[in-house]
């Protein structure tokens, strides 16, 4: 069972250019969340979605991010017009189901950002 | 808004050593608490907690959460070089699915 896959790895993007991330959840999990690590700070919540729909974007930016999760494929986390401070890791976490207390949080190894 | 504060922030100790870390939290409608143990990449999962007073354990390690005091702790017995990393402790509620992740202690054991 493959655990929660992204892509890529690494990306460098200069300022202006558009970042698309992709996350493969885990087999079987529907919900998928992202996350943002700033150089020497922790995990920030960004946006929670399920297939289809956003359930909490309060994290996310106002301007120049968006994120989907479409019934076929990967989950896309969207940044237009990158700026420096954008520069971080990117994690993606995907989990089961979350009725009940069965609310694991499984990440994938992220995608490092920089923008030059 | 949710809280959660790791203590302490970085720590050394020596192979063999046993080591505390500590998590405090404030959350509305606490639901569960959880460990994750992060090297270069992925942070790992190793427990999620819901109830207090119940230890969990996996090999090593072992975690306690104490839903009075607002409080859990991780330990590590006989510690190895591997497992150097930082710990990161995160809450979740009853209103979302959002992690709330404190800053993380990191551990760095020597040989």
Known sequence: ?116 | EDKVVQSPLSLVVHEGDTVTLNCSYEVTNFRSLLWYKQEKKAPTFLFMLTSSGIEKKSGRLSSILDKKELFSILNITATQTGDSAVYLCAVSNNAGNMLTFGGGTRLMVKP
């Open chain 1, 1 to 116: 069972n493959a655990g929660v896959m992204q892509n890529p790895r690494h990306l460098v993007r200069r300022r202006g250019q558009e970042a698309r991330l992709r996350c493969s959840p885990m087999k079987g999990h529907s919900h998928v969340y992202w996350y943002r690590q700033l150089p020497e700070e922790g995990l920030k919540f960004m946006v929670y979605l399920q297939k289809e729909n956003i359930i909490d974007e309060s994290g996310m930016p106002k301007e120049r991010f968006s994120a989907e999760f479409p019934k076929e494929g990967p989950s896309i986390l969207r940044i237009q017009q990158v700026v420096r401070g954008d520069s971080a890791a990117y994690f993606c976490a995907s989990s089961p189901w979350t009725s009940g207390n069965r609310n694991e949080q499984f990440f994938g190894p992220g995608t490092r950002l920089t923008v030059l």
